[in-house]
C-alpha cells in the first residue's frame, strides 16, 4: 500500500520525515528548479510504519483557481520526493531509481524504467485529463465493507482511495469540470503517464513563444499589406482560425503546450496595426490626389473623381465636351532670348500658374501640358453646365490677365508673352487611357484636333480667341464676337465658320465691327471689289493682319479672274 501526505509552508514541527522510497538521481542542475516546502504532514504514526511507500498530494491551483499541472517532484529538507501517483507508477514498474533530466533552464522530464515523463521546469506534469467527473470508476466504501461489488473492477487496477464528499472540502475545479475529486486528478496523472499521451511545455518554451509571435506578426503584416481593405476582415477570421488550428494540432497531435493568448493578442494588435496604418496611408494618398487632382480640375470635379473614380474613369463614354488649346506667340525666339534653361522653365512655371488656375476656377479639367500649350476641356469627366460660357470666359480672363503677367515677367526676362486661344465644341471619347501600366483619364476625336487648328489659325489672323460657330451656338450670355472665315482645315472635307471673341485689351469700337461684318458679307456674296475697298479704308484707319489677310486674299481673286472664287479657306497645312 502506497500512502500519502502533504507538504506545507508552516514552520517544521516534525520530527519524522516521509520515507524516501528510491534513489532520485539529477542530471543537471535543478536547485532553486522544483518546489520547495518547509513541513509536511504525515499520516499517523501507526499507519505510516506500516505502508510499502508513500507520496504527496499536493496539488497547485493556477492564477485561475484551476487544476492544470501538478508537482510530480518536491523538495523538502533538501531531498526529493515523489507525488502519490509518481510513486505508485515506480513501483509497479519495479525502478529502484528515478532519473531527474534537468537543463540550464530547469527540469525537463523525470524517467525510470520504460517511463520516460515530460515535466516543465519545475517538474510539474501538464495533466491531459481524460474527461469531466467519474471518468474513472467509483466504487462506495460501503460497498467494499459489505462486499456488494464487483472484484473485477479492482482486479490488476491502479486504486485510489480518497474522500468523495463535499463537505470533506476535496473538490478542485479544472477544465472540464467545476468540481471534481481530488483524488480523481491523481487519478488522471496515473493513467497519463501509463498511456504516456503526455502533454508537455518546452524547456524553450520563451524560444517557441517568440518565434511564434514574430512570425504571426510578420506573416499578417505581409498579408494585410497585400491585400485589399474589404477582404481584410475575412481574411483576419481565417488567420485566427488557422492559428487555433495549429495550437489544436501542437497539443492534441504532439502534446506541445504553448501559450496561445500572446500571439493571438500580437495577431490582434497587428491586425489593427495594418488597418492603422493603411488607413493613414489611404489618407495620406487621399490628400496626395487631392493634391494632384487639384492641380488639373477644380474642388467639385475633384470630389466627384474621389468618390466615383472607379467607374467614371475606368468607362469610356462619348460626351459633349469644349475643348481649349493655348499657345505662346513666338515661343522660340524667346527660349532663345532667355538662354538659360533653368530660367526658361521658371519664367514658364509663373505663366502657366494664373493660366491653370484661371482654368481651373471656371470647373475645366486641364488634360495636359505640350511645351508652351495648355490642352484643357469642359463637361468632363462630370457634367458642367453652361460648359462653353465657363470655357470662354477663363479664355477671356487669360488674355486680360496676361497684362499683369508681362509686368512681372518683362522687366525681369526681357520678353512679352502673347497667346493664342482655339475653342471648339463636339462631341469626343473620354475614359481612362494608355497602356496598362501607365494611362490617364483624357478626350480624343476629330473635334479634339479641330480645337487644335483654331488655336493655330490665330496667328494667320492676328486673333486672340477664335471659337468655332458650334461653340458659339452653345454660348448663352453674350460676348464681343466678330466673324472670322470659313475654314476647311487639313483633313476635314466639311467648311466650319469660325469666330474671334474680342477682350477689353483689343480696343475695336462697335462702329468698326459693323464695318467689317459688311465687308465680310460681301466678300462671302463675291462682291470682291466692294469687301476690298472696305478692307482698305479698315486698314488705313486700324492697322491689323486680319485686314491685312483679307486685303491679300481679294486681291488674289481681283487680279486672276480665271481663279475660281470660294469663300472657304482651304488649309494645307495644320
Request: glycine content about 6%; charged content about 20%; overall charge neutral.
Amino acid at each position: 500500500m502506497v500512502g500519502g501526505y502533504t507538504f506545507t509552508f508552516d514552520e517544521k514541527k516534525e520530527t519524522n520525515v516521509p520515507m524516501i522510497p528510491a534513489v532520485f538521481i539529477s542530471r543537471g542542475i535543478i536547485d532553486g528548479d522544483i518546489h520547495t516546502f518547509n513541513s509536511v504532514v504525515l499520516n499517523i504514526p501507526i499507519l505510516q510504519n506500516s505502508l510499502y511507500s508513500s507520496g504527496f498530494f499536493n496539488n497547485n491551483p493556477d492564477f485561475g483557481g484551476m487544476i492544470r499541472r501538478v508537482p510530480l517532484i518536491i523538495k523538502y529538507d533538501n531531498t526529493i520526493y515523489p507525488s502519490l501517483a509518481l510513486e505508485m507508477v515506480r513501483i509497479y514498474s519495479n525502478s529502484n531509481k528515478v532519473q531527474i533530466i534537468s537543463s540550464p533552464n530547469g527540469v525537463e522530464r523525470i524517467e525510470f524504467g520504460e517511463y520516460k515523463i515530460p515535466t516543465d521546469n519545475q517538474g510539474q506534469l501538464i495533466i491531459n485529463f481524460r474527461g469531466p467527473k467519474k471518468h474513472f470508476k467509483y466504487i462506495s466504501i460501503a460497498d467494499i465493507m459489505d462486499g456488494s461489488f464487483n472484484k473485477n473492477d479492482i482486479k490488476d487496477k491502479f486504486v485510489i482511495i480518497g474522500t468523495s464528499s463535499m463537505g470533506l472540502v476535496d473538490t478542485r475545479a479544472m477544465v472540464f469540470d467545476r468540481s471534481i475529486n481530488g483524488v480523481e486528478i491523481h487519478a488522471n496523472v496515473i493513467d497519463n503517464i501509463l498511456s504516456g499521451d503526455f502533454l508537455k511545455i518546452p524547456t524553450d518554451k520563451k524560444e517557441y513563444d517568440l518565434t511564434m509571435i514574430w512570425l504571426i506578426i510578420i506573416i499578417s503584416m505581409i498579408i494585410f499589406s497585400i491585400v485589399k481593405s474589404w477582404i481584410v476582415i475575412p481574411i483576419a477570421i481565417i488567420l485566427i482560425y488557422i492559428i487555433f488550428q495549429i495550437f489544436f494540432v501542437l497539443l492534441f497531435e504532439y502534446g506541445v503546450v504553448l501559450n496561445l493568448l500572446f500571439p493571438l493578442i500580437s495577431f490582434i494588435l497587428t491586425l489593427v496595426l495594418s488597418v492603422s496604418i493603411d488607413y493613414i496611408l489611404a489618407s495620406k494618398q487621399k490628400e496626395e490626389a487631392k493634391r494632384m487632382l487639384g492641380k488639373k480640375v477644380s474642388p467639385a470635379v475633384m470630389e466627384y473623381l474621389l468618390e466615383h473614380s472607379a467607374e467614371e474613369l475606368i468607362i469610356s463614354k462619348e460626351v459633349e465636351a469644349t475643348i481649349f488649346f493655348s499657345d505662346i506667340r513666338s515661343f522660340t525666339s524667346i527660349s532663345e532670348k532667355i538662354g538659360s534653361p533653368g530660367r526658361l522653365i521658371q519664367m514658364l512655371n509663373r505663366y502657366m500658374t494664373p493660366m491653370v488656375d484661371c482654368i481651373i476656377d471656371y470647373k475645366g479639367t486641364i488634360d495636359k501640358f505640350i511645351g508652351d500649350a495648355i490642352m484643357a476641356y469642359w463637361n468632363a469627366p462630370i457634367e458642367i453646365p453652361n460648359h462653353a460660357d465657363k470655357a470662354l470666359k477663363s479664355a477671356v480672363a487669360q488674355i486680360e490677365m496676361l497684362v499683369d503677367i508681362n509686368k512681372e515677367i518683362t522687366p525681369e526676362y526681357d520678353v512679352t508673352i502673347n497667346i493664342g486661344i482655339g475653342l471648339h465644341t463636339g462631341r469626343v471619347t473620354a475614359g481612362d487611357m494608355g497602356s496598362y501600366g501607365r494611362s490617364d483619364y483624357t478626350i480624343i476625336g476629330d473635334n479634339v484636333n479641330l480645337a487644335s487648328r483654331l488655336e493655330g489659325l490665330t496667328k494667320q489672323y492676328g486673333g486672340q480667341i477664335l471659337i468655332s460657330s458650334a461653340t458659339k451656338s452653345k454660348l448663352k450670355e453674350s460676348y464681343k464676337i466678330r466673324p472670322i472665315d470659313l475654314v476647311e482645315v487639313k483633313g476635314k472635307n466639311k467648311a466650319v465658320e469660325i469666330f474671334e471673341v474680342l477682350c477689353k485689351n483689343k480696343d475695336i469700337s462697335n462702329n468698326e465691327i459693323e464695318i467689317y461684318t459688311k465687308a465680310i458679307e460681301y466678300f462671302r456674296d463675291a462682291h470682291i471689289k466692294t469687301a476690298y475697298n472696305i478692307f482698305i479704308q479698315l486698314e488705313e484707319d486700324n492697322p491689323s493682319i486680319l485686314y491685312k489677310f483679307y486685303i491679300k486674299r481679294c486681291k488674289q481673286f481681283l487680279d486672276n479672274s480665271s481663279l475660281k472664287f470660294t469663300p472657304i479657306l482651304k488649309m494645307t497645312t495644320k
